[in-house]
């Protein structure tokens, strides 16, 4: 279960959280939505420790994040998926999928780590000569499935993905959206999902919540999204200029 | 009225003094910290073999041709100038000895440190800080691997151990560049100049070549990650980080020579 009881984080003089209250339970798939640049990807980076808040607590099954135990045993359990994929341009695909499985706690020997590397990539609709091409010889999408192979090669328990199919065609984000359903369904993963495609909220939330100023401003079942009475949502979900939330921010 | 504008140059110019010292010390501050963490987790496993691997070919074995031919040139160049500055008052015939001194105790271990500061410091901010900007360290953080073991570590450690090396081949392919000018055009015997050479240098002479090589080499390599892994954001940020890594790679490397120059050699 994750918490977070009233995060805040600025940069500088930009607020960006302004008292984050959220809960996540074990097993679920939530789904965060909210206008770019609303910080998203920040309250991610937040839990992970990447980025440390300035208020606020953020605990994981009841211990909190920042407390310095072991850092690398509380980071195996997660597995994340950058908005910007970040993989290693060093590394041919394949050791980007399996860095864990080849260095560490989880270290295996290397040709089992590159078939679990080349079965992950198959998962994400990779072929398995992908597996020892570079990141930088493939396209945007490619690097984003890639990055959500890395994301699941370990099996994590809790896995955030930042935007998993902006960049994909309609047919692979659909692949992507089963796929991280079956995660959650059959791995039991709990799963922490950024996206801006309403498609993918709908086929993978359990809950959504949608950040705006700084604040969750809504918190649901996904089956009440459409219902719900709250005019910055529905602004969102149909995507009107019209509404609320201002377009110029 | 006019006593604040008369004051208001002088408080400003005092702050802003304040702020720089501040500034340096706090930058110094953060430098020692950085160096002794990357100290620290050379000593401490997990060891990255491969990464450790892959800087000894960057560092090392990739420069040797520059610092061969930095070496060769210099070398060269300072056969001629001792001799014609030594015809001035008839002491030509000290170019094996001046030469073999120069090169060793100073030109070798300078030229191959800012070589290393021109070819390793720079790919190495840029690599690194290319990272920071495109999320891949703090990828590294979440696949459970410490950034400053996987990166800056292997890279420190590569610097030290190959750069006395590097200085080494410098050192003798710089004493080689003079010898070759000197029985070429300076009509020295070939023989009597390489033992004027040998007989010359002393094991103080070649101690502290090697061990400014070490220092260098640890220098450069640690501006490189330095720099990189505090860099701004964007490609201004990479473009940025790199600059800064080399000024200060190339300045400490000179202090750090004067200083230990004067350590060996000031009695
Ligand atoms: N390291 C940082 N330093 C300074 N500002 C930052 C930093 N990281 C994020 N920000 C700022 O925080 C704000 C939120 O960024 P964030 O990436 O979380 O947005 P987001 O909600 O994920 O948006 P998008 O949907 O476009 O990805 C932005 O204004 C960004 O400029
Ligand atoms: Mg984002």
Not at chain 1, 219 to 236: K, S
Not at chain 2, 64 to 82: E, H
Request: proline share 4%; charged share 15%; aromatic share 8%.
């Amino acid at each position: 279960m994750i918490t977070l009881t009233d995060v805040h984080k600025s940069f500088g003089a930009k607020q960006i959280l302004r008292g984050v209250n959220l809960t996540v339970e074990r097993g679920e798939s939530c789904v965060i939505i909210g206008g770019s640049g609303t910080g998203k990807s920040v309250m991610l980076k937040c839990i992970l420790g990447l980025v440390t808040p300035d208020r606020g607590t953020i605990t994981v099954d009841g211990e909190e994040v920042s407390a310095s135990g072991d850092r690398d045993a509380f980071l195996a359990r997660f597995g994340m998926l950058f908005q910007g994929a970040a993989l290693f341009d060093s590394l041919p695909v394949w050791q980007n999928v399996a860095f864990r499985l080849l260095r560490g706690s989880l270290k295996r020997p290397r040709h089992e780590a590159r078939e679990i590397a080349i079965e992950k990539l198959r998962r994400v609709g990779l072929s398995p000569d992908v597996a020892d091409q570079f990141p930088a010889e493939l396209s945007g999408g490619m690097q984003k499935r890639v990055g959500l192979a890395r994301a699941i090669a370990a099996d994590p328990e809790i896995i955030f993905f930042d935007e998993p199919t902006t960049g994909l065609d309609p047919i692979m984000a659909g692949v992507i959206n089963e796929l991280i359903r079956e995660i959650v369904v059959e791995m039991g993963a709990t799963a922490l999902t950024i996206t801006h495609d309403m498609t993918s909220v709908r086929a993978i939330a359990d809950k959504v919540a949608m950040l705006h100023g700084g604040k969750i401003r809504w918190h649901g079942p996904v089956a009440e999204m459409d219902t719900a009475n709250d005019p910055y949502l529905t602004q969102f979900i149909t995507g009107s200029a019209h509404g609320p939330i201002e377009t110029v921010r | 009225m006019s006593t604040t504008r008369a004051a208001n140059p002088i408080l400003h110019l005092l702050a802003r003094l304040g702020a720089a010292v501040l500034g340096t010390f706090a930058a110094v501050g953060r430098l020692t910290l950085f160096t002794l963490s990357t100290f620290r987790h050379m000593l401490t496993p997990p060891f990255y073999s491969r990464e450790f691997f892959h800087a000894l070919m960057n560092v090392g074995y990739l420069s040797l041709p520059v610092v061969g031919l930095t070496a060769l040139f210099t070398g060269g160049a300072l056969a001629l100038q001792i001799y014609a500055g030594g015809a001035r008052f008839s002491a030509e015939q000290v170019v094996p000895q001046i030469v073999a001194l120069g090169v060793v105790r100073e030109l070798g271990p300078v030229m191959v440190g800012l070589m290393m500061a021109a070819r390793v410091t720079s790919s190495i901010a840029a690599e690194i800080a290319t990272m920071k900007v495109t999320e891949q360290i703090d990828a590294l953080v979440t696949l459970s691997t410490h950034p400053m073991k996987y990166l800056t570590a292997p890279r420190v450690l590569a610097g030290l151990l190959t750069v006395p090396f590097l200085v080494a081949v410098g050192d003798t392919v710089g004493v080689f560049g003079g010898w070759f000018v000197a029985i070429k055009s300076l009509d020295f015997n070939s023989a009597t100049y390489l033992k004027n050479t040998i007989d010359f240098l002393e094991m103080p002479d070649i101690v502290s070549s090697l061990v400014k090589g070490a220092a260098f080499g640890v220098i450069a390599t640690l501006m490189g990650c330095y720099f990189g892994m505090n860099s701004g954001r964007g490609a201004q940020g990479v473009g940025q980080a790199t600059k800064s890594s080399v000024v200060a790679a190339a300045v400490l490397i000179l202090a750090a020579n004067f200083l230990l120059t004067q350590a060996f050699f000031a009695a």
